[in-house]
């Protein structure tokens, strides 16, 4: 396949990988953020580094970003059909098609995307065979929490959003928003500044430098200031792959798809995340907006109103006892000092 020049992280990666022998392995990673995302320079160029230094140069893994491969929503079934051989995933793209791990998804969950990553991994890869057993699940991890950005205000608490178009970042929450009387307006990120700036989304959804990176911080101006949810993120890789590999590069690629890594790769974005929040404080022009102790409760009575759908959705997909499980899952936060702060 012909590389595209946008391609910059696949020469990164080959700058560093050992001359000591021949590649044996050439795996293709995609991706739909731009390549200048902290996720691909900081996280996947680094993993991707790792692994041809580890296996002495056997495998290399070539980092194609930016939908070149293929639409965001479609990475999953890109990684199982062979079209990727490895693929980042938001689950949440196909809302209610991996409603186990949609447990990420719900509000006030948890308080960062690092140490919180390494707790979600943790629990999902308990669950990974049973809801996405066509893949080699790698990592699993989260972004810093996001909260609601509008190109009007106020939108302190949930009534404030009836009537608009709003872009949600993942199924959870796009019924979130459907239960405060707005109507979710169903892209992916990389269609953000597009949609908003046609008229067709009044509010997005997104952790702070997010609106940066895709150019909409001159849209919108007005920001609910609560870390309201978060993402999961799914590295997947097709499974005839993963399982033809040799025994020797198998065991390269296991020590790369650990809790340990999916902290890694996830810190570096959540802490640019965190550090952008200040810009939009201080600069002249933007409206913050904090709920009041009525509106807060509003927005938790929502959160447990979803609480309760997930139970239904995953006890539907064949989870025993979903109630067991998410318990789990704030044990582990709360163990990792990455459970949501009141």
């Not at 939908?67 to 938001?90: E, T, W």
């Not at 995340?273 to 009525?294: D, I, K, L, Q, S």
Request: overall charge negative; charged content about 15%; hydrophobic content about 45%.
């Amino acid at each position: 396949m012909k590389k595209s020049v946008f391609a910059a992280s696949t020469a990164l990666v080959l700058a560093f990988a050992p001359a000591v022998q021949a590649q044996e392995v050439t795996l293709t990673l995609s991706h739909w953020v731009p390549p200048v995302h902290t996720v691909d320079t900081l996280g996947m160029v680094p993993w991707a580094q790792s692994i041809a230094e580890e296996s002495n140069g056997r495998i290399q893994v070539d980092i194609y970003p930016a939908q070149q491969l293929g639409a965001a929503p479609d990475h999953y079934d890109m990684a199982r059909d062979g079209v990727v051989d490895i693929s980042f995933i938001n689950p949440g793209y196909q809302a209610g098609r991996f409603p186990i791990i949609a447990a990420a998804e719900l509000p006030f969950l948890v308080s960062n995307g690092t140490s919180a990553s390494r707790a979600l991994h943790e629990w999902y890869t308990q669950y990974a065979e049973q809801e996405m057993g066509d893949v080699h699940v790698c990592l699993v991890h989260l972004h810093e929490p996001g909260t609601f950005h509008a190109t009007r205000g106020p939108i302190a608490g949930p009534e404030d959003f009836a009537g608009m178009n709003v872009r949600p970042p993942q199924g959870t929450i796009a019924r979130l928003i459907g239960n405060m009387g707005a109507s979710p307006v169903q892209v992916p990120v990389p269609e953000m500044r597009e949609i908003l700036s046609s008229g067709g989304a009044d509010v997005t959804s997104g952790p702070w430098n997010s609106l940066r990176l895709f150019g909409v911080e001159d849209i919108v101006t007005h920001h609910l200031d609560l870390p309201l949810y978060s993402v999961a993120f799914v590295w997947a890789i097709n499974l005839d792959v993963y399982n033809n590999l040799s025994d020797e590069n198998r065991a390269v690629i296991d020590n790369h798809c650990t809790s340990e890594w999916a902290e890694r790769v996830s810190t570096p974005w959540a802490m640019q995340e965190r550090e952008a929040r200040p810009y939009f404080v201080e600069t002249e022009g933007h409206t913050m907006y904090t709920p009041n102790a009525e509106q807060l409760a509003q927005w938790q009575e929502l959160s447990q109103e979803l609480r309760a759908e997930w139970a239904t959705n995953a006890t539907a997909a064949g989870l025993a006892d979903p109630a067991a499980a998410l318990a789990d899952l704030e044990a582990r936060l709360v163990a990792a000092d990455g459970a949501y702060q009141p």
